[in-house]
């Protein structure tokens, strides 16, 4: 194999941390639907330098690296940011626009999510139980639900669920339940397939055509929706598993 094929996936791995960037300088500047918009962008080059890595069999120790690299600025990092922001802008009038001490303190309470990201990322390189599922919330999964208030928030017409995303104290205590979920021993299905056939893969056929569903009945605000019914799929068929 040369090495501009074994590059392939460090490359599109590059576009990652890319587009994590992007989405982290948009969410500085403001527009959280751009930085929401890199954040998914990103999440789709991830599955992509994973499925190049075993297509060309191109795995390396670097590689491994650079994607938990990638992985903490895209998933970590950014929704940090983006979390940040929305809780500036809040609306909350008990939160909102009161910059007095403890106030400062409260909107820097988003940036645990870095924090519990790299320690998830890092449980992840050392834990061979994770090989074909996952230990805790996946980054991505954690990234793309917070990524997708700011969509919500846009594009929805539910004024109630606009109004919780744009609610601190939900944010705060959602941060809190997301930081444990990451570094929880909550055994995770990976939606990585080794074959197509439907009685190895059973759990993961079910949960993409229940998001199919949703994301047709509900469109954006079905987003976090899922990654519920993700949790919950994986709690329960480990339940199933292990009876």
Same mark, same amino acid.
């Given at each position: 194999?040369?090495?501009?094929?074994?590059?392939?996936?460090?490359?599109?791995?590059?576009?990652?941390? *890319?587009?994590?960037?992007?989405?982290?300088?948009?969410?500085?500047?403001?527009?959280?639907?751009?930085?929401?918009?890199?954040?998914?962008?990103?999440?789709?080059?991830?599955? !992509?330098?994973?499925?190049?890595?075993?297509?060309?069999?191109?795995?390396? &120790?670097?590689?491994?690296?650079?994607?938990?690299?990638?992985?903490?600025?895209? $998933?970590?990092?950014?929704?940090?940011?983006?979390?940040?922001?929305? !809780?500036?802008?809040?609306?909350?009038? &008990?939160?909102?626009?009161?910059?007095?001490?403890?106030?400062?303190?409260?909107?820097?309470?988003? =940036?645990?999510?870095? %924090?519990?990201?790299?320690?998830?990322?890092?449980? $992840?390189?050392?834990?061979?139980?994770?090989?074909?599922? =996952?230990?805790?919330?996946?980054?991505?999964?954690?990234?793309?639900?917070?990524?997708?208030?700011?969509?919500?928030i846009y594009y929805? &017409?539910?004024? $109630?669920?606009?109004?919780?995303?744009?609610?601190?104290?939900?944010l705060i205590i959602?941060? %809190?339940?997301?930081?444990?979920?990451?570094?929880? &021993?909550?055994? !995770?299905?990976?939606?990585?397939?080794?074959? *197509?056939?439907?009685?190895?893969?059973?759990?993961?056929?079910?949960f993409l055509i229940?998001?199919?569903?949703?994301?047709?009945?509900?469109?954006?605000?079905?987003?976090?929706?899922?990654?519920?019914?993700?949790?919950?799929?994986?709690?329960?068929?480990?339940?199933?598993?292990?009876?």
């Amino acid at each position: 194999m040369n090495l501009i094929t074994k590059s392939i996936p460090n490359f599109i791995t590059a576009l990652n941390i *890319l587009c994590g960037s992007f989405s982290i300088l948009f969410a500085f500047e403001g527009n959280l639907l751009l930085a929401s918009l890199f954040i998914g962008i990103a999440s789709i080059f991830d599955f !992509m330098d994973g499925m190049a890595a075993r297509l060309l069999n191109a795995y390396s &120790e670097i590689g491994k690296q650079l994607d938990s690299l990638a992985d903490l600025i895209s $998933f970590g990092l950014a929704p940090s940011v983006i979390l940040y922001n929305m !809780m500036k802008l809040s609306t909350n009038s &008990e939160f909102g626009n009161d910059f007095s001490l403890l106030n400062t303190y409260l909107i820097l309470i988003p =940036f645990l999510i870095v %924090v519990f990201s790299a320690l998830r990322l890092a449980k $992840f390189n050392v834990d061979t139980r994770q090989t074909t599922s =996952f230990i805790g919330l996946p980054t991505p999964a954690n990234a793309i639900l917070i990524a997708s208030f700011p969509v919500i928030i846009y594009y929805s &017409e539910i004024a $109630f669920v606009k109004d919780i995303l744009r609610n601190n104290v939900f944010l705060i205590i959602l941060v %809190v339940i997301q930081s444990f979920l990451l570094v929880s &021993e909550i055994p !995770m299905f990976s939606l990585k397939f080794s074959n *197509l056939r439907f009685g190895k893969n059973k759990v993961r056929y079910i949960f993409l055509i229940l998001s199919l569903a949703l994301l047709i009945i509900f469109q954006t605000v079905a987003i976090p929706i899922i990654i519920f019914l993700y949790i919950i799929m994986s709690i329960v068929n480990n339940w199933i598993t292990n009876k």
